[in-house]
């Protein structure tokens, strides 16, 4: 059956880095774009960052352009999320997210919080 598994989260102090992953399975990992939401307490999910299919072509939120990094191996069927200068406004769960033509996978999360 089809899978994301998301890890990587913690607690990191501001200013800090994280590196989340999100392995995949049960499905043909390189013909879905890749995206990366998360959710804040008391907040609306956001998507965060996204990659094609292809690993070419990436968007990122205004907010974290500049610190985050989206990146994805096809061979291990993972995506990544690379976060530098983490802020305290960085904290939520985060998820990753499949998507191809209507169908759209969602991972459990990961629980990012930043703070001193």
């Known amino acids: 059956q089809v899978q994301l598994v998301e890890s990587g989260g913690g607690l990191v102090q501001p200013g800090g880095s994280l590196r989340l992953s999100c392995a995949a399975s049960?499905?043909?990992?390189?013909?879905?774009?890749m995206r990366w939401y998360r959710q804040g307490p008391g907040k609306e999910r956001e998507l965060v960052a996204a990659i094609d299919s292809f690993g070419g072509i990436t968007n990122y939120a205004d907010s974290v352009k500049g610190r985050f990094v989206i990146s994805r191996d096809n061979a291990k069927n993972t995506v990544y999320l690379q976060m530098d200068n983490l802020k305290p406004v960085d904290t939520a769960v985060y998820y990753c997210?499949?998507?191809?033509?209507?169908?759209?996978?969602w991972g459990q999360g990961t629980q990012v919080t930043v703070s001193s």
């Open positions: 997210s499949a998507l191809r033509q209507l169908n759209e996978y």
């Open positions: 049960g499905f043909t990992f390189s013909l879905y774009a």
